[in-house]
Nanobody
Framework: QVQLVESGGGLVQAGASLRLSCAAS????????MGWFRQTPGKEREFLAA????????YYTDSVKGRFTISGDNAKNTVYLQMNSLKPEDTAIYYC?????????????????WGQGTQVTVSS
């Protein structure tokens, strides 16, 4: 049974940093590319960043480039999202996902497994 469990969310002030973690179990970590998404009420889930299983390749959406960093630890089956200079508009539920196609995919429909999400709230 595949499980992705996010953690690290919380309430912070604008300008602060958070590091989200996504622990994967039940899958061979090196057989998947991993992605981070976020969603706010009434909006579609938004792609943020993706990383290849080797960690050598990453891809970011423009809105977070330079502020967010995705990384992975294959030994721990965990992927991270370091978020710096947080803004109130970053407030959302953040999800990690696994893509068996091993592509750095921005399309939410192409991901095979999802975590339950972790809430990030940034106050002004």
């Amino acid at each position: 049974q595949v499980q992705l469990v996010e953690s690290g969310g919380g309430l912070v002030q604008a300008g602060a940093s958070l590091r989200l973690s996504c622990a994967a179990s039940g899958l061979t970590f090196t057989s998947y590319a991993m992605g981070w998404f976020r969603q706010t009420p009434g909006k579609e889930r938004e792609f943020l960043a993706a990383i290849s299983w080797s960690g050598r390749n990453t891809y970011y959406t423009d809105s977070v480039k330079g502020r967010f960093t995705i990384s992975g630890d294959n030994a721990k089956n965990t992927v991270y999202l370091q978020m710096n200079s947080l803004k109130p508009e970053d407030t959302a539920i953040y999800y990690c996902a696994a893509d068996a196609r091993l592509r750095l995919d921005t399309n939410v429909d192409n991901y095979d497994y999802w975590g339950q999400g972790t809430q990030v709230t940034v106050s002004s």
